[in-house]
């Protein structure tokens, strides 16, 4: 994919310490510029590795967690207390463990039904970000996982062509549950977006993806001007071509 970048880590472990490097190194020059640094977290269990590393005594003290904003890319239709709730999997590993302060988590309420959690998640970012009725909200960084889908955009869906909506929620037939996701326009937005992929199971669809040998959406992942950063470990990367 012109001009991402590709960074391979041995393992989990090893792309996480990579990935939590440069994401110390980008919260600390946004929070140098502009005082502030605005991420919108991934869910599903990759991130699980970063987000505890992020929270150890060593990496803890590097960070401005005073001056971090949390979003998420997307969240499942589900209480911030359920199992599935990615959240939840990131308060657990990583935000009861820092001083960040609670109003600056900025979780998806996805207890409301799909529509009115999509529509309060729209209004409390455009808020944020000082958008009138239009413009689009600009990340420091959002992070990624890869899966037939990414955030909670999936092969087919009409997610993928919504153009004026920053926030969406989706009916996802295969797991027969709402999602409510981020919109491309605002991921392609991002001044950073790092993938987080690890693992055999992962190899086939990376390859998909970077090859672009089939039609995915995480192909639809186009920094406008920012950076794209792909965290991979070997076992993913074991079917690109060298
Ligand atoms: C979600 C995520 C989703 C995830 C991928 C990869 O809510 O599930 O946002 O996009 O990143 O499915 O998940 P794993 O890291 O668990 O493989």
Redesign the pocket.
Known sequence: MNGAEIIIGRDVADLSERAAAEFVGVANRCVGTDGRFVVAL??????KSLYSLLASAELRAQIPWVQIHFFW????AAPPDHPDS?YRTAFESLLSKVPVPKESLHRIEAELAPEAAAAKYERTIRDFFQLSGVGWPRFDLIL????G?????FPGSEALNETARVVVATYVEKLKSY?I?LTLPVLNRAANIFF????E??AAVLRDVLQRSKNLPAQQIVPVDGRLVWFLDEAAASSLQS
């Open positions: 991934s869910g599903g269990g990759t991130p890319g997307d969240e499942r990615n990624l996982g890869l899966g889908h990414t955030a909670s955009l999602r996701t987080l992929v690890a693992g199971g992962k």
